[in-house]
């Protein structure tokens, strides 16, 4: 099981203290398994008629690292990471006191597991440049801007007011009055300096970012044998997690410093897999196997008031006047080294709401069901799999907008503070909205193998898989857009999306955005 979404998270971990079998698949395997062309799988552990438990941990302290050659040269001690794994396991057969259930210990069994993860982790050191005090008030006189340090993050010296700024603002001071009150508020959530630039090559501020990540884990399986044909078993796994991303939410930018508040991700996955095998006679059997795993990962702000743009003083409502509330990105360009660091994360904040956030939802059921025969020298098998795949999560286009400075512009005044300061931009981005993304596929497979044993030393596996792929379909209805070139004309403006085609403007486009063929043909061939 993986994210659906970006393959960005293991729903269920293979906790090697509570599986008792784990497989590695490559491309030369059967025509019964889905899925590849590698596929790793793993099975849980199960009691017996006795019980047994373990306890163990598992440990790992900075105190045994060498510190990292960057942290050396920027003056900066080892990072205090720790990890500690705390867990037990137990399982045994199930007994109810005062009766004669499973009095034999040879009907149902259970096995249940639990590990915590405490984590303290090192996620690397940010360096870069952030405004001085004097430069937040509006000072950038040379002996001010020189305070920066001998070099900035770019490897160069300050920049000092130029022909143009120093025009405007004699010595290089820019009046109260002059200020732009709303970018001054902005501007003193940069973090203070830290460091000495000198010593660190360039940097005045200098931050080992370590955080915790804990997470648990708790597994748990049960195995009912209903009679000496049929058996079951279930299985269940929860994780829970706090995931910090003090910077920027998934990505970090050239020269960016740690945003106001934190963002967290409550991550969260709960997954079942039961199991019904049934033996007809001794040489004919049936499985059938269900799963469903569901996976949240809610972002949101620590403190959402460190970050509304009524509380940080910021009352430009932006070109769309969308009701967003969290305050805009601002800074540099996020892509080169600058005197000007960056304080960014996107918009999408605002679809979850104070709960939810930035979320990403995602819900994959799947069941299958396969019959095996033994005919002679074949083992016959066929069956059928099916799976439902749902990712819902908002975009997380600028509704917040974003405020750039960049010296390279005609209008700078030499010094990048100053224009952000000022309000003398490079530019400003901002999206109307961020829509929901809530999208799903269909796949739909059946099989047909044979494993002949044709002699002693020979056998041939021989079999086919067809599928039918349903391609992702948008849910709202709207449908994905295709680009039609005999459509297009220049002189359409841009809100007539000319050559765009999408099913919710034109019906005989597919929602998915283009058909897809009935089946797919895989066929298998082995010898051995």
């Known amino acids: 099981v993986s994210d659906p979404g970006c393959n960005c998270d293991t729903p269920v971990n293979p906790n090697s203290d509570m599986i008792a079998e784990i497989q590695v698949k490559m491309s030369n395997f059967s025509a019964e398994n889905q899925k590849g062309p590698a596929v790793i799988t793993s099975s849980a552990k199960s009691g017996g008629k006795d019980f047994h438990g373990s306890g163990f941990f ?76 004097g430069e937040l008030t509006g000072n950038f006189s040379p002996a001010e801007v020189a305070k920066e340090g001998n070099i900035m993050a770019t490897g160069s010296a300050p920049n000092q007011m130029n022909a143009t700024g120093l025009a405007l603002f004699p010595g290089g001071i820019i009046p109260a009055t002059a200020l732009d009150k709303n970018m001054q508020n902005l501007m003193k959530l940069y973090p203070t300096p830290n460091a000495d630039p000198n010593a660190t090559g360039g940097f005045n501020y200098v931050q080992a970012e370590t955080f915790n990540q804990n997470n648990t884990q708790w597994m748990t399986r049960l195995d009912y044998s209903i009679s000496d044909n049929t058996k079951l078993f279930v299985r269940y796994n929860l994780q829970r997690e706090t995931q910090q991303f003090p910077v920027g939410l998934w990505w970090r930018q050239n020269d960016q410093v740690p945003y106001p508040t934190p963002v967290e991700g409550k991550n969260k996955s709960d997954s079942i897999t039961a199991s019904l095998t049934h033996v007809f006679s001794p040489t004919m059997t049936n499985e059938f196997v269900f799963g469903y795993t569901y996976i949240g990962f809610p972002n949101v702000f620590q403190d959402p008031n460190k970050v509304n743009r009524a509380t940080v003083g910021y009352s430009y409502q932006g070109l769309f006047k969308n009701g967003v509330a969290q305050i805009p990105s601002f800074g540099g360009t996020g892509w080169t080294n600058q005197e000007a660091s960056i304080v960014f994360n996107p918009g999408g904040f605002e679809a979850g709401g104070a ?45 917040n907008g974003e405020l750039q400075v960049w010296n390279n512009n005609s209008n700078t005044f030499g010094n990048e503070y100053a224009d952000l300061l000022y309000g003398n931009l490079n530019n400003y981005t901002e999206s109307s909205f961020n829509r929901i993304n809530d999208i799903s596929y269909n796949t739909y497979e059946g099989f047909a193998q044979d494993s002949w044993k044709v002699s002693r030393r020979l056998t041939l596996e021989l079999g086919l898989r067809l599928t039918h792929f349903q391609p992702w379909i948008d849910r709202l209805g709207d449908g994905y857009s295709i680009f039609d070139p005999t459509k297009y004309n220049s002189a359409c403006t841009p809100i007539q999306y000319c050559g765009f085609e999408w099913h919710a403007r034109l019906s005989s486009v597919p929602i998915g955005g283009f058909p897809t063929r009935a089946l797919f043909y895989q066929p298998r061939l082995g010898v051995a």
Do not use: C
């Open 355 to 399: 709960s939810q956030g930035l979320y990403a939802d995602k819900w994959m059921p799947s069941f299958s069901d396969t019959i095996t025969r033994v005919q002679g020298t074949h083992t016959l098998k066929a069956g059928i799999f099916y799976e439902f795949i749902r990712n819902s999560q908002p975009a997380n286009n600028d509704t």
């Open 58 to 133: 598992y440990a790992r302290n900075y105190a045994m690292n060498a510190n990292d050659s960057l942290f050396n040269s920027s003056g900066a001690p080892r990072p205090q990471n720790k990890y500690y794994y705390p867990g037990v396991t137990f399982g045994g057969p199930v007994l109810i006191p005062g009766t004669h259930f499973n009095k034999d210990r040879n009907k149902l069994f259970f096995f249940t597991g639990f590990e915590y993860f405490y984590q303290v982790l090192d996620t690397g050191l940010l360096r870069t440049t952030v405004p001085t005090a």
